[in-house]
């Protein structure tokens, strides 16, 4: 039996250190050092090659540069996130809040991965009985599926290369544990060991891992954020309060574009994926109501037109507030600032508030112009055009500044229906989409004029 040695470990980043330290060394976060066990020169020979023999070198012109191969999973929505499908060889790392629908987002995967290989659902939260209820309420009773109610890594990565298993998901990656750490399962010590040793399996044998992961309070994956750095994607299961959509994000991606979002409808069937996200998001009424103004965000590769709301009224104390949801209250502070300064818009006694319409967060400055326009709307009671559009970034100067992709936005807008938007000039097309005026505007208040002449 060889000597373990204890060692304190940073819960955050997992940094590792010979003695427990108030402030951890390396991320500078105070009273995260937590103590482990582990086998006396552990990390050395792991990092030893087999037979002591140096690691084979290769060059960049000897490597080849054809695309890797994916593997479809079944749902449109997915591949689009992952960046075309599962790649052969590639760890992906999912996760998301309690019942949110990871787990039933990973069995409809499985049982539509069959077809092309076998395929393992390791599950070490619920009993085989409870996945096989959960699959005959999704109507995948009949699914050929491998199963496997295991915990320990060692017998899950055994058990995929018998059953030769071209994917396999670990449900989750926090029950999981490894012999060679003598720690709890869920500690920084076994989640980077369960982890390094799922990622070797994946790329030595060409599977492709899934693995599904807890998150904390603050919405970020539970454990040590060097989880993140190993794996090949992450992604994030996002869902407003009361909400039956789901928004799947991907945050990082070796094979693909960043930011990209999928959405899915929960239903009794399962996730249902939504093809039209945009069409979700502005469900509004026949006839235009002040203070509402439709903008264009771009979200990877899609562009998804939003409706934006505000509310201007009277303050009855001495302190107007300002309230916003799915907007920084930082830059609404600004954008009402600089309204009243190069635009005339006086706010300073009243409330303002502020709402993304569907739960969606607004990150990107292109919502910038459809704010203080929503603002305009409701401080004079008088709605904008109901096919109107405006996207731009306003600067403090009062300037509109041009976007991103905004000849994609105006086609995305042109397609719904909208026939008049106000951007920034330098983002009017030269040839703009079939029936829409297109109004380029360079300070606030020619977009104040555009949009009463609109």
């Not at 997992?14 to 103590?35: H, I, R």
């Not at 599977?207 to 998150?215: E, I």
């Not at 939504?274 to 965000?297: C, D, H, I, K």
């Not at 009243?350 to 709307?377: K, M, Y």
Request: proline share 5%; net charge neutral.
């Amino acid at each position: 039996m060889p000597k373990s040695k204890e060692v304190f470990i940073c819960r955050l980043c997992g940094d590792a250190s010979p003695k427990w330290q108030g402030q951890c060394p390396a991320c500078g976060e105070w009273n995260t050092l937590a103590s482990h066990s582990v086998p006396a020169g552990g990390a050395a020979r792991r990092a030893t090659a087999p037979g002591g023999a140096a690691s084979a070198t290769s060059t960049l012109a000897t490597e080849s540069l054809e695309a890797p191969p994916r593997t479809g999973s079944g749902s449109a929505e997915l591949d689009r996130v992952l960046g075309g499908g599962l790649v052969r060889g590639s760890v992906t790392l999912l996760g998301g809040d309690p019942g949110i629908g990871k787990s039933t987002l990973m069995l409809q995967t499985a049982a539509a991965l069959e077809s092309s290989g076998p395929v393992l659902y390791a599950t070490g939260e619920e009993s085989l009985q409870q996945v096989a209820l959960r699959a005959r309420r999704l109507g995948l009773s009949g699914s050929g599926t491998r199963l496997i109610a295991e915990t320990g890594v060692e017998r899950i990565i055994e058990a995929a290369a018998q059953c030769g298993a071209h994917v396999l998901i670990v449900d989750s990656i926090q029950t999981t544990w490894s012999a060679a750490v003598e720690s709890a399962p869920g500690a920084v010590a076994q989640l980077r060991e369960c982890t390094a040793m799922l990622v070797r399996h994946a790329k030595q044998s060409g599977t492709a891992v899934v693995l599904v992961g807890h998150v904390t309070k603050e919405g970020q994956i539970a454990g040590p954020r060097v989880l993140e750095h190993m794996v090949d994607t992450v992604l994030y299961f996002e869902s407003d309060t009361g909400s039956r959509y789901r928004v799947l994000r991907s945050v990082k991606n070796r094979f693909g574009a960043a930011n990209e979002i999928g959405v899915f409808a929960m239903a009794e069937q399962g996730l249902r994926e939504v093809s039209n996200p945009s069409a979700m998001f502005l469900s509004r009424g026949p006839e235009a109501a002040p203070g509402s103004v439709v903008t264009v965000l771009r979200e990877g590769t899609r562009s998804l037109l939003i409706e934006v709301q505000v509310l201007a009224d009277a303050s009855p104390g001495g302190n107007p507030r300002r309230v916003a949801v799915g907007i920084d209250g930082n830059r609404l502070t600004m954008l009402l600032a600089v309204a009243h300064r190069h635009g005339g818009l006086a706010l300073h006694l009243h409330d303002v508030f502020a709402n993304v319409v569907g739960g969606v967060r607004i990150a990107e400055t292109a919502a910038d112009l459809s704010i203080v326009l929503a603002a305009r709307s409701s401080l004079e009671d008088r709605a904008v055009a109901h096919e109107a559009i405006a996207f731009g970034e306003i600067g403090l100067a009062g300037e509109i500044r041009p976007v991103p992709f905004g000849e994609e936005r105006l086609r995305e807008a042109a397609k719904h229906g909208f026939r008049t938007a106000i951007v920034p000039l330098a983002n009017v097309p030269k040839r703009p989409p079939e029936g829409m005026r297109v109004h380029g505007v360079r300070r606030l208040v020619e977009a104040f004029a555009a949009e009463r002449g609109a």
